[in-house]
């Protein structure tokens, strides 16, 4: 690592901190215009594609806890599942550790949807990461779950533990 003198450090994560507002506002942006394109509102879209998440990570979601990640009350969040469950992106069953808690399964149509949102990005990012070396690629890994562990603690009010 070189030594940088503290403006120029100062200036490096400044330059950081605002790249890291740009990409905060295009994930919004992505998931909005990505939402929209499925005519769903955005808290559905979000919800849809947090769930999907959680299966990936083998640790579904209880309604609760998808009302603490979405930041809305249970019973908007049982509105909203029950709109999610009608139109098919969602399932809901016992959960097998504890049958009366209840949980959120994706779909076979919900997982497309999550397929759709992420392989544009896949693709889009592929000649990008292509001309990275494996140091490289690891180190990004690394910084951006720091980022993300980072971020989820920088407003307490409002953290979550959804990563």
């Known amino acids: 690592m070189s030594e940088n003198t503290l403006p120029e450090r100062e200036e490096l994560t400044s330059a950081l901190l605002y790249e890291l507002h740009r ?3 295009a ?30 990570t083998g640790s579904p979601l209880s309604p609760t ?13 049982t ?3 029950e709109r999610l469950l009608e139109a098919g992106y969602i399932t809901r ?6 049958r009366r808690r209840t949980v959120l399964r994706i779909s076979e149509l919900g997982g497309q949807v999550g397929h759709n949102f992420s392989a544009p990005m896949d693709h889009g990012l592929g000649p990008l990461f292509r001309d990275r070396s494996d140091e490289e690629l690891a180190t990004f890994t690394s910084m951006l779950h720091q980022l ?5 603690t920088s407003h307490p009010e409002s953290a979550t533990d959804d990563h």
Request: net charge negative; hydrophobic share 45%.
């Open 65 to 77: 806890e998808l009302a603490g990640i979405l930041h809305v009350s249970k019973p908007a969040v």
């Open 23 to 25: 990409f905060i506002f």
């Open 148 to 152: 993300v562990d980072a971020l989820s």
């Open 79 to 81: 509105y909203l599942t």
């Open 93 to 98: 069953q016992p959960d097998p550790a504890d």
């Open 27 to 56: 994930s919004t942006d992505t998931i909005g215009r990505f939402t929209a394109s499925m005519n769903m509102n955005d808290k559905d879209g979000e919800a849809v594609l947090h769930i999907w998440r959680a299966e990936l």
